[in-house]
């Protein structure tokens, strides 16, 4: 895919999605758990995007491109591990598109019977990057679909961004601006989108990314100043295996304060405090933005932060296998 | 335990209890899914008590029985399979008293951990209600502990039906009074009071009692009219492994349609359905009354149906013991 960096998404399309999006996306709730406030000595508030329509907050950036297409469009493409391949099959069908999801082969199995279920056609493949271009891009020669990027795509990050108007509305409603928004970042799409919104909106608040330490090439990518693009993500954090885009590298330097990385251990554990705490299930990639809360305390302390609970999207059976351990432990 | 059944709660006992406990616990609040209206023909709502204090209705009860303690009362003690015992706890705790819980041996890992957290001593003992009384008993001589019993006591009747207060009001501020209400019955706390509220506050509403197949000591009293107390339940549902107690089958005799009974079958897939699609991680007990809607579905269908989620405290590694099997086979 070629890149155009004159192409970069602005405020002004955060807030344009978010009226182009309205009616098909939920406002998803905004809760707090008063074990997981003591246990991080901070106050700490989940946007529950997990919630949401297709259950990740991919629902909010395939609907806002979707709602741009060149008028002739009659199918859709992309490549995703699963979240992004669901919006994009739930909002294709809600506009009678034909929709192509090229998903690797690690993908969840829930997740490709999510896209399955919304009628899209599934194409498998490798589990790195490269392997999902290209197959996205066999798609396209034999069928001339309009492709819709995962994440480092302008109505993308747009769309995602709409989550930070939602949550600095909801947080002054209760009485508080956030010190902190913080969320998971694989593509960068939902990190950029907040940088955006934020900095119009509220530029007092800070901006944090949190990635799994086995695919820490955002961190790289923003301390080192240099876009890192090639890594061989390892993380049970399926929807962040993924490399950040050319686009999200340049929205988040320049409104993202820091990016910081978690453990697998760390993110097992937040996710069975999410699960245990507050009855919610989220599946391993929405619970490292806790688990950065968990990890980097000292940053984190005696503030109010709001993490993005990205998806709720996992296979049941393999439940065990993750929390086995850490319960045996206790 | 002596049974005095002069000593029978009323409707106005519920009504009480609402003033006494609400400062102390949520009005959580009331979901649906269209995937699972879809697939009941039914408009299923869903009050989420798994989101209560200590993760059950069972806060109510425990709430307003200590509400009215003897003055002089420093020790109270109960038996419980988890759910009640984590809600004594929790309610001595926030007044100071000591609590003793005797548990089954039986009892989920993680509900005798939420026990323990709360700061109760816990004593294990074998798994029939005999077992249980006899455990009990033993406590009590020892301590002179007042006993506040899981079910069968008019205190707790009255707190947990305040549960369907909220659910009727709710309801009317969307617009709808709730055809049925259908709420899971194990000791038939829940039920009853229940049963209890909606005579006074909106006595078109049908309430109806749901259990597993392998714990159907509710449906056969009800239908025969004569109460049933020995049974030796099988099912995963294991805050339901109780029989019926006197004074809720007194209750539920007056204020009760019907019960009907749920395969385990019907109740993992409830489940599944649940956590899938609702993303809130219930409890097997709790996924009973939508296991009922499912499995009677010509009884609900087209209805207004309010279905309890009881409860949300499980233990994680069971989990793929509970699915494994279900989503092979898709």
Request: net charge negative; hydrophobic share 45%.
């Given at each position: ?23 098909f ?23 529950c ?27 859709v ?11 994009l099959?739930w ?12 998903m690797?082969?690690?993908a ?14 599934i194409?498998?493949?490798?589990p ?11 798609v ?18 747009a ?26 970042v ?43 693009t090639?890594?061989t ?6 929807g ?18 820091d ?9 097992i ?35 109010n932060?709001?993490?993005?609970l ?6 049941l ?14």
């Amino acid at each position: 895919m070629p890149t155009d960096l004159n192409d970069l998404p602005s405020s002004a399309d955060v807030f344009s999605a978010a009226q182009r999006i309205s009616d098909f996306i939920h406002c998803t709730p905004l809760i707090n758990s008063r074990q997981i406030n003591d246990l991080s000595c901070a106050s700490v508030w989940f946007k529950c995007e997990h919630l949401q329509k297709v259950g990740a907050f991919k629902a909010r950036g395939a609907c806002n491109a979707l709602s741009q297409l060149p008028a002739e469009t009659a199918m859709v493409a992309t490549h995703s591990s699963g979240n992004h391949g669901a919006a994009l099959a739930w909002a294709a069908a809600e506009r009678g598109l034909a929709c192509t999801v090229v998903m690797p082969e690690t993908a969840p199995l829930a997740k490709r019977a999510a896209v399955a279920g919304y009628g899209a056609e599934i194409v498998i493949c490798g589990p790195t990057l490269a392997d999902r271009e290209q197959a996205l891009q066999r798609v396209v020669e034999q069928t001339a679909a309009h492709v819709v990027p995962p994440f480092d795509d302008s109505r993308i990050i747009a769309g995602q961004g709409t989550v930070a108007l939602e949550i600095v509305k909801q947080c002054r409603a209760q009485g508080f601006t956030p010190d902190i928004i913080i969320a998971p970042v694989g593509g960068g799409g939902l990190l950029a989108g907040i940088g955006l919104a934020v900095a119009a909106l509220a530029p007092e608040i800070i901006v944090i990314g949190a990635e799994p330490a086995g695919a820490d090439d955002a961190q790289r990518s923003l301390r080192g100043g240099v876009h890192i693009t090639t890594q061989t993500p390892d993380t049970i954090a399926d929807g962040l295996r993924t490399t950040l885009g050319q686009r999200n590298f340049a929205v988040i330097r320049s409104t993202v304060r820091d990016v910081v990385t978690v453990s697998e251990q760390g993110i097992i554990r937040a996710m069975q405090l999410l699960w245990t705490r507050t009855k919610q299930l989220v599946e391993p990639s929405a619970a490292v933005a806790l688990a950065a809360v968990l990890e980097h305390d000292a940053r984190f302390r005696n503030k109010n932060v709001v993490a993005v609970l990205t998806g709720g999207n996992m296979d049941l059976n393999r439940v065990s296998e993750l929390f086995g351990e850490a319960e045996e432990a206790q």
